[in-house]
């Protein structure tokens, strides 16, 4: 028995695994495939799945308590603001921001990253200034400030990779000056996976005199983040990869900034009083928050950040660790796989996914014969052009993994992955 073999068959029997304590919680885990086997989801970076508490929090408020939020004196209306501004203080609470109102709801992490560019940009920036982003982003993290340069002529910049892909800090260090007003990166790319130096990074922004924005979407839901510990000055989030109800997010900021800033849209719940020719504007956090929100997405949400904290951030991210070394272990077993990003001895703190090109196969067509053996995977761009092409594809396919995966369902991925690939070159 080969020393990895030895690995494997200890953590199999000796490992108290949170998958077998928490897949019961996940009722679309339960489906089968077409041919009978259990449906294998490997798509957690893309959209996360959702545990029975958090469908039942989301039945409760329909059920009994549907209203609307700060505007009604009766009972189902405190109960629904109760409920809801709980989810802000949950939300608070997990990733260590001062006070509540730090808290803005938005609908995704795309729009929390528009409403900076459109409140703190449009007042803050103007032609010459920079905003240093990646070569790695998300569009979410790249068109909002191509649209913030159109309106007004600040320069955007954009850091490299390096060989093993991760962020090139020689670059990063080169192109930040005393021009740099923002700059603005993911915390864990969700093509590459590697975890981008933040302690390193934020320092050096704040020496330029420059904001950090960081997009936490791959993050959040896997390790411990404390925004205080981080010293950002922005940070974002998507319900629905913190396993979560989806159309709905969140933006942390520092207070003085958000005082600071203008409010992103215009209507009612954002305001203080409202006069034919003029408004004033409610208190953070509404300032940011124009009419009716998604309440039952925002309650759902708070019973999705409890429950990653009663199963414990720490132990999900050491958990997946675990899992993460066998998915690359498979993946490299199988002849002309093409893994991007760091490898989990290059970076042990990299994100649990892995994504990855195959010599002579296109992705679509790997994923779409995996998903025939219900093994669901994902291909595509993943929202990064930029990077695909600076790599010479227009497509990669991408396993990605959670606390409720299992070594078990990698090694049949690994198994339907190294079949597919054999039929379609047996096929080209």
Known sequence: MTSTDLRLAQNR???????S?????????????????????????????????VLEALQRYYACDNANVHRGAHQLSVRATESFEAARSAAAEFVGAASAREIVFTRNASEAINL?????????????????????????????????????????RHVGITETGELDLDDFNAKLSDRTRLVSLVHVSNS??????????????????????????????????DVAALGADFLVASSHKLCGPTGMGFLWAREALLEAMPPFLGGGEMIQDVFLDHSTWADLPHKFEAGTPAIGEAVGMGAAIRYLQAVGLE?????????????????????????????PEQQPERGALATFLVEGVHANDIAALMDASGVCIRSGHHCCQPLHRHYGVTASARASLSFISTFEEIDRFGEELASTVSFLREHS
């Open 13 to 19: 029997a000796n490992i108290d695994t949170l998958a």
């Open 21 to 53: 304590r928490y897949r019961a919680d996940f009722p679309v885990l339960e489906q089968r495939a077409a041919d009978g086997r259990p449906l294998i989801y490997l798509d957690h970076a893309a959209t996360s799945q959702k545990p029975l508490p």
């Open 116 to 156: 900076v560019a459109r409140s703190w940009g449009d007042a803050n920036l103007r032609a010459g200034d920079e905003v240093l982003l990646t070569l790695m982003e998300h569009h979410s993290n790249l068109v909002p400030w191509q649209l913030l340069a159109q309106r007004t002529g600040c320069v955007l």
């Open 192 to 225: 590459l996976g590697c975890c981008n130096p933040l302690d390193q990074v934020i320092p050096a922004a704040h020496a330029a005199g420059a904001l950090v924005l960081v997009d936490a979407c791959q993050s959040l839901a896997h390790k411990p983040t």
């Open 315 to 343: 132990a999900i991210q050491a958990w997946e660790a675990q899992l993460t070394r066998h998915l690359f272990e498979r993946l490299q077993a199988i002849d002309g796989v093409r893994v991007l990003g760091p490898t």
